[in-house]
Nanobody, 115 residues
Framework: EVQLVESGGGLVQPGGSLRLSCAAS????????MIWARQAPGKELEWLSN???????YYADSVKGRFTISRDNAKNMVYLQMNSLKPEDTAIYYC?????????RGQGTQVTVSS
């Protein structure tokens, strides 16, 4: 069974940092392109970043320069380091993977940026 389990969310003050983790299982992680996305209240799901099987990375303009995606193939983990957080970064953050015609998403982890 394919599983993605996110963790690391929480409440942080503006300007602070958080590191999100996603534990993957049930598929060949090292050959898969991994994705982080988020959904703010009342808004659609927003793509944030990709890290591909060859470690190339891509970022949405909204997070470029503040967020860093990384992966550890030995541990089947993908991470999202988030710095200089803003109130508008408040959302549920999801880890995703596309396997064939299916896109699998974890349950998400809540990030709240507030003073």
């Amino acid at each position: 069974e394919v599983q993605l389990v996110e963790s690391g969310g929480g409440l942080v003050q503006p300007g602070g940092s958080l590191r999100l983790s996603c534990a993957a299982s049930g598929f060949t992680f090292r050959t898969s392109n991994m994705i982080w996305a988020r959904q703010a209240p009342g808004k659609e799901l927003e793509w944030l970043s990709n890290i591909n099987r060859d470690d190339t990375t891509y970022y949405a303009d909204s997070v470029k320069g503040r967020f860093t995606i990384s992966r550890d193939n030995a541990k089947n983990m993908v991470y999202l380091q988030m710095n200089s957080l803003k109130p508008e970064d408040t959302a549920i953050y999801y880890c995703k993977v596309r396997l064939g015609d299916d896109t699998i998403r974890g349950q998400g982890t809540q990030v709240t940026v507030s003073s």
